[in-house]
């Protein structure tokens, strides 16, 4: 089963840009979709972005379109989000996940896999 460790929240303001990662181990990266989520505080966990495992496809949520870019590096075994103009609402705990043979659901039932979580802050 594969192993995920995101990196690269931190605090901003309002219109920057930050890089999250989020790197695989363990496993077969290939197999798996990823897909990235946020958690607000005192909110439910909120999908943001999906791509399929070869890369070609992604889905994202509303808010997030033409702000956020979900990529992946197959061969680094890693999965990027690409957060430009940020807005204090996107301030939240990041996950990434993991759903080996999946296509990049929007829910995240099918993932089998989460990281640890990294916080993003945009101070206004």
């Known amino acids: 089963q594969v192993q995920l460790v995101e990196s690269g929240g931190g605090l901003v303001q309002a219109g920057e840009s930050l890089r999250l990662s989020c790197a695989a181990s363990?496993?077969?990266?290939?197999?798996?979709?990823m897909a990235w989520f946020r958690q607000a505080p005192g909110k439910g966990r909120e999908f943001v972005a999906a791509?399929?495992?070869?890369?070609?496809?992604?889905t994202y949520e509303y808010s997030v379109q033409g702000r956020f870019f979900i990529y992946r590096d197959n061969d680094k075994n890693t999965v990027y989000l690409q957060m430009n103009n940020l807005k204090p609402e996107d301030t939240a705990v990041y996950y990434c996940?993991?759903?080996?043979w999946g296509y990049g659901s929007t829910s995240g039932e099918p993932y089998e896999r989460w990281g640890q979580g990294t916080q993003v802050t945009v101070s206004s």
């Open positions: 996940a993991a759903d080996q």
């Open positions: 363990g496993g077969f990266f290939s197999d798996y979709a």
């Open positions: 791509v399929s495992r070869s890369g070609e496809y992604t």
